[in-house]
């Protein structure tokens, strides 16, 4: 049989339902102390003074770490080295991490670390885009010339679209353990890429001859907030542990991982769209800003995505994309779900809405039209020679969700009659997404990823991959692909903890690369792997290799001599190992200078339908149903798959009505869960969910990735649902009661109507 | 000073030794190496750490050992028998109800509870679930990952157990010694904390070793009766109780409050007398009280005292409770047959929210007239309100001369509401005007359907 298509248990599900799996709070370390983080006390200023002897002179026994105490460089190395491990002359947002403090109790870390008397000379703090000037990155993209398009366009369209700072709220906050040994240094994380962290462990105590090995706990989610942060509290836990010479635990509580974490970047997207009188797009000039935050962290590259997905997946022929990034002293922003693409895809797809209303167009007619075909070019100059499935979602998603038929009743029935409505009014939105799998770019041809399986001599495989389990099941994925590669049993089939000691360095598990590059190295692996096995059972028996097939566990001549079992032949001629590297197709290239080029290997396509009710009384959004159509390529798991759009489809809808992080002088209000408000069960709607199936040729099984298009534009299906609902059409995110009451009495001012 | 403790965890009795106070999630994670239950927010919002206290949900985070003694305690580890998996865990294996697992344990002991609950008051019958049903129940786990859906279909496709087992799983044990009220009230004047539900207290915090007076061992403190003229609660009674007492049927206005103070876990633990005694503009039940002309019986120093709950709250955060003194009772009126009953919360999502205007409207319709207007209103004050020149503007109004309209704007002339995190002034008091107004008219509307 072939496990990929099917969807067995997932092997980290058995210790996660009976309560022994370890996260890393959960391990019991002997001897380990508690971490605790003193931060600075203004969004921006001079660090005139840290004086730890008050918390000295209150408990002897605590250890303290400031800048000074740093072997190397102050510096987490991410893109740019502005990112100081320890902020020392100058803080550059508030809460950011002054000192450290570590004690046997956390209470006495904590205690500790409010002693630490500091002073910083104040100074003006930049706290919005409006007041911010410096450029952290930027990029550009021309394709065609926008200025001959608007000279043919019928209509020039204009829209602005606002998101704010965007929580994770994995359930499972921060946590590392840093353990020192001799000359060695171990970290184990809640944390999605081992490599980065090690890579910036290496950097910090550069010159020491500390060798370092990260090991990842069981991570109780991530969604890219564990992607670039935990390479700031690794770097802290393993300061504190070599300081204290034994194991120290940095363990954030809830508060504290508000605070202290990055978040989504907040955007502001201008689009000016010209249209033919049919509703054609012809030409698009997009603005993309995003707010950065006092660090340049992964900004850049989630700038570059936000850019090259700007004009949605429409074709057009003149396009100009600019994208700036600028510094603010509030939290640095960073790695989340979508990259960039949600902000900017997002405000695409309300500009098609707002270019559907000026020409009398429906939103979905007006998608048919414009979205990208077989063969049509991307604003990079990208062909999308295969694979293109843009009509297909939509046709799917809004058939099964009767869209244009409930769209145009309810537009009559509700809409501009909202406000005299005594009960709930539906509404139904529709979006288009589509989502570069992998790395921008050349992004895979540089980092070149590896990954090895193994036959041990008992006949078990072992999968050595650097590629973590946070939830999504990339344990279970990937076991699949090897046993298919190789044709054995999945139980045969052992994933390695990601261990930077054992496992080779498959890259960051992000930009929903996992399946499609790693698996698709791993599934050359394990083919590799195969014929070798097979070759020497074949060469034992003196027959040639072809001659010689394996099914149900035996090797077997051409003939249908049996020749020996899996196990045995392991056994004999095992121990083998494949390690082997990623290899992009020649001829797809990029240039980061002009953005021409394949700016990536596949895409993944989803519509997403949101039915909602919005209570004229209250302005409360209710969900009802939310209709997913996904082309993942190939749905390797499809129970794990459709995990994958549901869990991401609802923080994308609820991200568009309901999550809202409000920073107020540098500082967020919603500090804690109690106001960070994420959908409970009864905020959540049923789903629909339709998998869709058109293999990329570029990979082994045809697989594009699903961990972050669910994110892409569901909140901007939101909107549209809730516009068709009221009439009230917002152009920034969440659409909570409160902002949509302002639009309301906005209407009722304009029309002067007296009730 | 730390005590020792027997605790019933998962069947097996375990000795521990501990603070009074300190949280029940410590004692299971560092004491015992029950690393199960996860601590997500410590503040009782996420589920994460739910356990099982005599088969009900609670947020671990929030029980203090104490208080947890003598009752049966189930954690996802006890779940299982040996290596068996319950079908419960089965279905998540296999519908892909688990991704990163960390609300999973939470999750996991909640719909245990709710697929075992066979009692049919208060919340309706789970042995075959419906979708808003286990809605309900989860609403005080959060999942960060799954966007429930998968959850739902692994409750779903559980396997209903035989109704001998799940009464097994809901054995009440014997309770713990009762506390004299007078005993409690001299503790409580040498500098003890009185503590109920602790779902404040914990948040707030309070230091572990702190004296305390543990409320929900008072007699006088917990039962409710239903008397002809009043129904008279027991402070201590938690949100639970009352939804499954027949009482709830005769004040609806409270009951429906109740069901929308946080999630089950929260429900389970949280006493109305803590919901007065917290006396946060913002607490659910407060405004279904002044509604409802309930009076408070106090207990103190000098004795009991009875007043009435107008005068419960004096300011901000503030009561008329005198040192040493405790909210014993909670009389309200029983409503005559026909009352109208009707309470709305505004929160900021669905369930476990916090209220950006709470409003609850008691009146009693004479012919088709208005009369006894009640109506009050949290979240738009310093304190709960009556809005005593709406209800004036209604009082002996028959359907021409109370519009719901106009009675809306009263509303929001009689408050002035504020900015804070959760919304804003205008939304506050614009959405105060529109939802007495929707009480107003559907009262009229019940009256239309009653004579129709
Ligand atoms: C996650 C979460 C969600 C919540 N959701 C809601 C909600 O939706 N609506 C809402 O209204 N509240 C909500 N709350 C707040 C809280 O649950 C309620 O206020 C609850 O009723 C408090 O009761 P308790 O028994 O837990 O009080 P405790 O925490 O035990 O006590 C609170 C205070 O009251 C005092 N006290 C308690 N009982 C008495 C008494 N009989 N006499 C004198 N003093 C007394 C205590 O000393 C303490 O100071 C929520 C809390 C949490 C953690
Ligand atoms: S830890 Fe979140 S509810 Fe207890
Ligand atoms: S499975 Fe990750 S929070 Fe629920």
């Given amino acids: ?755 | 000073m730390t005590y020792a403790y027997t605790l019933k965890v998962n069947g097996r009795h375990a000795p521990i030794q501990a603070d009074p106070m300190r949280r029940l999630l410590d004692v299971l994670r560092e004491d015992l190496g029950l690393t199960g239950a996860k601590e997500g927010c410590g503040e009782g919002e996420c589920g994460a750490c739910a356990v099982l206290l005599d088969g009900e949900p609670v947020c671990s985070c929030l029980v203090p050992v104490t208080q947890a003694e003598g009752r049966a305690i189930t954690t996802v580890e006890g779940l299982a028998e040996d290596k068996d998996l319950d079908p419960l865990q089965e279905a998540f294996v296999t519908e892909g109800g688990v991704q990163c697992g960390a609300c999973t344990p939470g999750i996991l002991v909640t719909a245990r509870a709710f697929l075992d609950n066979t009692r049919d008051h208060g919340r309706p019958l789970r042995r075959d679930p419906d979708r808003d049903h286990i809605r309900e129940a989860l609403a005080g786990n959060l999942c960060r990952c799954t966007g429930y859906e998968p959850i739902l279909r692994s409750i779903i496709a559980t396997p209903a157990r035989p109704p001998e087992e799940c009464e097994r799983a809901a054995v009440v044990l014997p309770p713990v010694q009762p506390l004299p009220l007078a005993d409690a009230i001299t503790r409580l004047v040498n500098g003890a904390t009185p503590i109920a539900g602790c779902t404040d207290l914990m948040v707030q915090g309070i230091d572990p070793g702190a004296p305390i007076v543990d409320l929900l061992t008072i007699p006088e403190l917990s039962g409710i009766e239903c008397g002809d003229d009043v129904i008279d609660i027991g402070a201590a009674t938690t949100f639970t109780e009352f939804r499954e007492h027949p009482a709830a049927g005769a004040l609806l206005a409270l009951d429906d409050a109740a069901a929308m103070v946080g999630g089950w876990q929260i429900q389970t633990r949280a006493t109305i007398g803590g919901n007065i005694a917290t006396a946060s503009p913002a607490g659910d039940s407060l405004p279904a009280l002044l509604a409802l002309d309930a009076e408070l019986v106090l207990h103190g120093p000098d004795g009991p005292r009875t007043i009435p709950y107008a005068e419960m709250h004096t300011g901000y955060r503030q009561t008329a409770l005198r040192p040493g003194e405790l909210i014993v009772r909670i009389r309200v009126p029983h409503p005559p047959p026909g009352t109208f009953h009707c309470f709305r919360k505004v929160g900021t999502r669905a369930a476990q929210a916090i209220s950006k205007v709470v409003v609850a409207m008691v009146a009693r319709p004479e012919g088709r007239r208005l009369t006894h207007v009640r109506i009050a209103a949290g979240s738009v004050a310093d304190r709960p309100i009556r809005l005593r020149a709406t209800e004036a503007l209604l009082e002996g109004q028959g359907p021409g001369g109370a519009h719901p309209e106009a009675a809306g704007a009263a509303a929001r002339a009689e408050v002035s509401p504020i900015d804070d995190v959760r919304s804003t002034r205008e939304y506050r008091s614009w959405v105060l005007g529109r939802v007495v107004s929707w009480m107003v008219r559907s009262f009229w509307m019940s009256r239309t359907f009653r004579s129709g």
């Fill in chain 1, 1 to 755: 049989m072939t496990w990929v298509g099917s969807s067995p248990p997932r092997p980290d599900a058995r210790a996660k339902v009976d309560g022994t799996a370890q996260y890393v709070a959960d391990l019991s370390v002997p001897g380990a102390w508690h971490g605790w983080t003193v931060r600075s006390p203004v969004p921006r200023g001079r660090i005139t003074i840290i004086d730890v002897d008050p918390a000295r002179a209150a408990d002897g026994e605590i250890v303290v770490v400031t800048a000074a105490d740093l072997p190397g460089p102050n510096v987490l190395q991410v893109i740019k080295d502005d990112w100081p491990v320890l902020a020392d002359t100058r803080c550059g947002h508030l809460n950011e991490p002054l000192a450290l403090v570590a004690a046997p109790t956390r209470e006495r870390a904590r205690a500790a670390a409010a002693r630490i008397r500091v002073d910083v000379e104040a100074e003006t703090p930049v706290l919005t885009l409006d007041d911010a000037d410096v450029e952290l990155a930027s990029c550009s993209i021309d394709h065609g010339d926008v200025e001959t398009g608007f000279a043919l366009a019928d209509h020039v369209i204009e829209g602005t679209f606002e998101s704010g700072h965007h929580e994770h709220a994995y359930i499972e906050p921060q946590g590392v353990i840093a353990i020192p040994g001799d000359g060695t240094l171990e970290v184990i994380g809640s944390l999605q890429c081992p490599y980065y962290l090690h890579h910036a462990l290496v950097h910090l105590l550069d010159g020491t001859g500390t060798k370092i090995r990260v090991r990842q706990a069981v991570t109780g989610g991530g969604f890219g907030g564990k992607e670039e942060f935990p390479d700031m509290i690794g770097a802290h836990a393993a300061l504190l542990a070599r300081a204290c010479g034994r194991p120290v635990k940095l363990i954030y509580d809830r508060h504290e991982d508000i605070i202290g974490s990055t978040k989504r970047h907040p955007s502001r997207v201008r689009h000016r769209t010209g249209v033919a009188a049919d509703g054609t797009l012809v030409a698009q000039d997009i603005e993309v800003l995003l707010d950065a935050g006092a660090y340049v962290t992964l900004t850049p590259v989630v700038l570059s995505r936000a850019v090259i997905h700007a004009a949605g997946a429409y074709r057009c022929p003149h396009v100009r994309i600019r994208g700036r990034a600028l510094k603010t002293n509030t939290p640095p922003n960073g790695a989340f779900r979508g990259f960039g693409a949600p902000q900017s895809e997002t405000a695409m797809e309300r500009q098609m809405d707002r270019i559907g209303r000026q020409l009398d167009i429906d939103p979905l007619t007006l998608r048919l039209h414009n979205a990208y075909r077989e063969g049509d070019v991307t604003p990079t100059g990208q062909v999308l020679d295969a694979s293109v499935s843009a009509l297909e979602v939509l046709e799917k998603a809004a058939a099964k969700s009767d869209f244009s038929a409930k769209w145009a009743y309810y537009e009559s029935e509700y809409g501009a009659a909202f406000r005299t409505q005594w009960n709930p009014c539906n509404g139904i939105g529709i979006a288009l997404a589509w989502h570069g799998a992998g790395f921008t770019g050349d992004g895979e041809r540089r980092l070149a990823a590896k990954a090895a399986v193994e036959i041990t001599t008992a006949g078990r495989v072992r999968v050595l991959v650097a590629s973590t389990d946070f939830g999504q099941g990339t344990t279970a994925v990937l076991a699949q692909m090897v046993a298919d590669g190789l044709g054995v049993d999945l139980d045969r089939i052992d994933v390695a903890e990601p261990d930077t000691d054992h496992v080779p360095d498959s890259g960051p598990t992000v930009a929903s690369r996992t399946v499609m590059i790693v698996g698709g190295v791993l599934t050359r692996g394990a083919m590799k792997l195969g014929r070798k096995l097979r070759d020497a059972v074949a060469s034992a028996a003196g027959i040639p290799p072809d001659d010689v097939v394996l099914t149900d566990d035996r090797y077997r001549s051409a003939d249908g001599t049996d020749l020996s079992s899996f196990d045995d032949a392991a056994r004999r001629h095992g121990p083998l190992r494949v390690e082997e590297t990623h290899v992009t197709p020649a001829g797809k290239t990029f240039d980061e200078t002009t953005y021409q080029g394949t700016a990536y290997p596949a895409y993944g396509w989803a519509c997403n339908v949101v039915e909602l009710t919005v209570d004229p009384d209250t302005l409360e959004v209710d969900l009802e149903k939310v209709t997913v159509a996904c082309d993942v390529g190939r749905a390797i798991h499809p129970v794990l798959c459709a995990g994958q759009i549901e869990g991401g489809a609802l923080q994308a809808v609820a991200w568009g009505y309901l999550e809202e992080v409000k920073c107020q002088d540098g500082r967020y209000l919603n500090d804690r869960l109690q106001t960070c408000i994420i959908p409970t069960a009864r905020d959540a709607p049923d789903f629909e969910t339709i998998l869709v199936e058109n293999p990329a040729p570029s990979n082994p099984h045809g697989a594009k990735g699903v961990g972050e298009i669910p994110m892409d534009v569901g909140a901007a299906a939101t909107l549209a649902a809730i516009e068709n609902a009221t009439g009230l059409a917002a152009a920034s995110i969440p659409a909570t009661p409160e902002r949509l009451l302002t639009l309301l009495q906005e209407r009722d001012d304009a029309k002067e109507d007296p009730a």
